[in-house]
């Protein structure tokens, strides 16, 4: 059954770092478009980032650009998200999710941004 | 980027009644290949979101035929003849058709 688990979340202060990671099994991950999509506390989903299957285009929503990597290991099945300059409205719960497709996601990973 | 308007927002119904929920973009979703990339996810509590329906009506494997889609242009809806206790959560649309893709605010389903 195809599966994808997101992990990485955690409380940061603003302006700190974290790496989300994103282990895809049952399907072929190297076949596909991924993209990390983030749910506010009370709000709906918005697309953060994506990236091709070999990793030569990237694009990510305006308000991450120059804060944020997207990238993927396909040895290794895996998907990342490096996030600096952290901001209180970065705060969401993050999912992985097979862009494009859209029928695979992760359950998600919190990501708390509070001084 | 293009806007999804869910209505409601919240939808109380009664077991073995029916439900319906609006989505409307503010562009047309009909691509170049004559198909409209719309949507339906449930997120049920807990959960992570799974696809209902694909390109407005294509039910996904495994989902029971009481969910439908429809709608064209820049109206849709999903429908649910009959409300089971297992399909409280939340509905989301989203557009595929522009880029970036664009979901809708999430309609919260639960029973009266």
């Known amino acids: 059954e195809p599966q994808l688990v997101d992990s990485g979340g955690g409380v940061v202060q603003p302006g700190g770092s974290l790496r989300l990671s994103c282990e895809a099994s049952?399907?072929?991950?190297?076949?596909?478009?991924m993209a990390w999509v983030r749910q506010a506390p009370g709000k709906g989903l918005e697309w953060v980032a994506n990236?091709?299957?070999?990793?030569?285009?990237?694009y990510y929503i305006d308000s991450v650009k120059g804060r944020f990597t997207i990238s993927r290991d396909n040895a290794k099945n895996s998907l990342y998200l490096q996030m600096d300059s952290l901001r209180v409205e970065d705060t969401a719960v993050y999912h992985c999710?097979?862009?494009?497709?859209?029928?695979?996601w992760g359950r998600g990973t919190m990501v708390t941004v509070s001084s | 980027d293009v806007v999804m308007t869910q209505s409601p927002l919240s939808l109380p119904v009664t077991l073995g009644q029916p439900a319906s929920i609006s989505c409307r973009s503010t562009?047309?979703?009909?691509?170049?290949?004559?198909?409209?990339?719309l949507n339906w996810f449930q997120q049920r509590p807990g959960q992570s979101p799974r696809r209902l329906i694909s390109?407005?009506?294509k039910r996904d494997s495994g989902v029971p035929d009481r969910f439908s889609g429809s709608g064209s242009g820049t109206d849709f809806t999903l429908k649910i003849t009959r409300v089971e206790a297992e399909d409280v959560g939340v509905y989301f649309c989203?557009?595929?058709?522009?880029?970036?893709?664009?979901f809708g605010a999430g309609t919260k389903l639960e029973i009266k």
């Open positions: 999710v097979n862009y494009g497709i859209f029928d695979v």
């Open positions: 049952g399907f072929t991950f190297t076949s596909h478009w």
């Open positions: 990236i091709a299957q070999n990793g030569s285009e990237k």
């Open positions: 562009q047309s979703l009909v691509y170049s290949d004559g198909n409209a990339y």
């Open positions: 390109k407005v009506s």
């Open positions: 989203m557009q595929g058709t522009h880029w970036p893709v664009t």
